[in-house]
């Protein structure tokens, strides 16, 4: 062989090796509503991304839409990437109650008191009890933000102060909660809280200690929060396109399923945590003008039995609807 033809050979098989890397290579739209700067983006999203691209050699990447660039608001989400709009979506299982109506019982108070305890309740239980409602897609993170403030315009801490509060529950499948509770509920999503606590469509809204500083910024907006209060929690999920997983090849594949599940839910639920640790710090540093108050045992345990009376309600309605063992389902999520 000629030295000219070597080196045509060389450059063919160069184009040929750069052609072949561009037809495997893959890029995953992710679409989210929070804005970029939200710690489910800068953490659990950014941490799968570097994933994804390091385990892949580059060849398997993502792009996050936030903000909803990809579809306004919250409530459409699991229909997105049920559609394909998106690759992978991120959204709050309440927004779509039907769909996913026994992973809501993660919803309730319990033993857990923070994203990480809830988050590692629900994979216990998942394949047995939860995996059968997400058959239309492929399963990243179920995982938890945790409830455990509400931020208020008026004096919440009590059962007295509670009587006719409009509060804002973190799922309307509480209401009997809420109203064991004496408050009436008042179904809104987070991205209308801020708004419903400066107009006073509403006098309270169950909070994370993240939803009081930026980017929510409640604190603005609040002239009480409460703490100490029955916590419930917020089921959110990281979904991806069914037909678009199975589009990939045998390796990229592989990759997402060694990410998927536990280990991707729990970094949903860091994310959460992460956030409310750093609001505490900005909290005891910052001077803002509302009331901080901590609800007394004596009340805890008026509002704990309330609870009770309201659980007791939502599993007689889960029954009606032909889920018996919705009780069931809640003990083993809070052994």
Not at 248 to 261: N, Q, V, W, Y
Not at 275 to 296: F, L, P
Request: with cysteine; hydrophobic share 45%.
């Amino acid at each position: 062989m000629t030295k000219t033809s070597f080196s045509l050979a060389v450059a063919l098989c160069a184009v040929l090796g750069s052609t072949a890397l561009s037809a495997t290579a893959e890029e995953l739209s992710v679409a989210t509503f929070v804005p970029p700067q939200h710690h489910t983006n800068t953490g659990m999203f950014a941490w799968f991304g570097e994933e994804i691209e390091r385990r892949s050699g580059g060849s398997l990447t993502m792009k996050l839409y936030p903000a909803g660039q990809l579809g306004a608001g919250p409530v459409q989400q699991y229909k997105r990437v049920v559609e394909g709009v998106a690759d992978i979506v991120f959204g709050v299982s309440a927004y779509t109650p039907a769909i996913f109506p026994k992973s809501m019982l993660a919803i309730l108070p319990g033993k857990a008191e923070n994203a990480d305890q809830s988050t590692r309740a629900i994979w216990r239980v998942f394949d047995e009890h939860l995996a059968d409602e997400y058959g239309e897609v492929k399963v990243l993170a179920v995982g938890t933000v945790a409830g455990n403030l509400f931020a208020a315009t008026r004096d919440v801490s009590t059962m007295e102060g509670l009587k006719g509060a409009k509060l804002v529950p973190f799922a309307a499948m509480t209401t009997p909660i809420v109203e064991a509770l004496g408050a009436v509920p008042v179904q809104m999503p987070v991205t209308e809280m801020y708004t419903g606590l400066s107009t006073g469509t509403i006098d309270a809204t169950t909070a994370s200690y993240n939803n009081i500083t930026p980017p929510w910024n409640f604190w603005d907006v609040s002239t009480y929060v409460v703490e100490n209060v029955p916590t419930t929690f917020a089921v959110t999920y990281a979904l991806m396109n069914k037909e678009r997983y199975m589009s990939l090849s045998d390796e990229h594949r592989a990759i997402i399923d060694e990410l998927a599940g536990l280990p991707m839910s729990l970094e949903l639920a860091k994310s959460f945590d992460g956030a409310d640790d750093r609001s505490k710090k900005m909290i005891a540093e910052a001077e803002k003008g509302y009331h901080w108050i901590v609800v007394s045992d004596e009340e805890r345990a008026r509002m704990d039995a309330a609870v009770q009376k309201g659980l007791n309600a939502i599993f007689a309605d889960y029954g009606s609807k032909g889920i018996t063992n919705a009780r069931e389902i809640y003990e083993t999520l809070n052994q």
